[in-house]
């Protein structure tokens, strides 16, 4: 499966209701259960970001499906970045002309 890093910021929605953080945590858990994917990590962090979530998904399509059900929630808006792991990286580095 492919691994996302997917940072988020709350919005003024999710600020105003942050006590409902971990029960909305456990909603994205299932969210990605039930597109076939896996939250792997969840942090909260500090400076441009508020969190965030590394996560595995067969594909970017799900991974996008994902990423556009949290944000239409209205408590994040996030960024989606695709990981490649050191092997990941060799293999696309041996395979330049």
């Given at each position: 499966m492919a691994?996302?890093?997917m940072l988020f910021r709350?919005?003024?929605?999710?600020?105003?209701?942050?006590?409902?953080?971990?029960a909305r945590i456990e909603a994205g858990r299932k969210?990605?259960?039930?597109?076939?994917?896996?939250m792997k990590e969840w942090y909260l962090a500090l400076g441009q970001y508020d969190g965030v979530v590394i996560?595995?998904?067969p594909?970017?399509?799900?991974?996008?499906k994902i990423a556009l059900w949290?944000?239409?929630?209205?408590?994040v808006s996030t960024e989606t970045l695709r990981l490649f792991s050191?092997?990941?990286f060799k293999k696309v580095v041996a395979g330049l002309p």
């Amino acid at each position: 499966m492919a691994r996302y890093m997917m940072l988020f910021r709350y919005t003024a929605q999710g600020i105003n209701r942050i006590k409902e953080s971990p029960a909305r945590i456990e909603a994205g858990r299932k969210a990605f259960r039930d597109h076939g994917a896996e939250m792997k990590e969840w942090y909260l962090a500090l400076g441009q970001y508020d969190g965030v979530v590394i996560a595995e998904a067969p594909d970017d399509e799900t991974m996008a499906k994902i990423a556009l059900w949290i944000g239409s929630q209205g408590n994040v808006s996030t960024e989606t970045l695709r990981l490649f792991s050191e092997a990941e990286f060799k293999k696309v580095v041996a395979g330049l002309p």
